[in-house]
């Protein structure tokens, strides 16, 4: 048992081995949360295809890039481990970022039509 509940439930779920970067192991790091739970889905989640942004770039501790989906955002581990789980291609965080900007964008020059036909202007004042 651990002092994370919700680390427990991951744990129950069949893991796998899993290879990382030696040289890219900090002293502190068995220490950090952050690097526990990317540990839990490295050895528990599935294969991304394509890698994220960071590990296509080969930026992360971890060789392969693996997301736990439902847990942690669906931050890949490397992500996860270097604090940039916003950062990760496939974090709902980075998702929701991306609609947003998108939405930013179309706001000054398109109309937005809602569900039930009605238009509205997007105000760029509050941007
Ligand atoms: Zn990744
Ligand atoms: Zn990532």
Same mark, same amino acid.
């Given at each position: ?7 427990d ?11 990382m970067r ?15 739970e *990317? %540990? ?5 989640g599935?294969?991304n295809?394509p #890698?994220? =942004? ?6 992360? $501790?971890?060789?392969?890039?693996l *997301? %736990?989906?439902g ?8 992500? #996860?481990? =270097?604090?940039?789980?916003a950062q990760c291609? $496939? ?8 609609r ?8 000054d #020059?398109?109309?937005k ?6 238009t509205?202007?997007?105000p760029?004042?509050?941007?």
């Amino acid at each position: 048992m651990t002092s994370h509940p919700e680390h427990d439930t991951i744990l129950a779920l069949p893991g796998k081995n899993f290879k990382m970067r030696l040289g890219r192991l900090l002293p502190n790091d068995h220490q950090e949360l952050r690097v526990v739970e *990317s %540990l839990l889905i490295q050895s528990r989640g599935e294969r991304n295809d394509p #890698k994220c =942004n960071c590990c296509e770039r080969g930026l992360g $501790l971890y060789t392969e890039c693996l *997301s %736990l989906f439902g847990w942690f955002d669906d931050a890949c581990g490397s992500c #996860k481990r =270097n604090d940039a789980g916003a950062q990760c291609l $496939l974090s709902e965080a980075y998702k929701e970022e991306e609609r947003l900007l998108k939405w930013i964008e179309s706001g000054d #020059k398109e109309e937005k039509t809602t569900r039930r036909g009605r238009t509205t202007q997007v105000p760029i004042k509050y941007f």
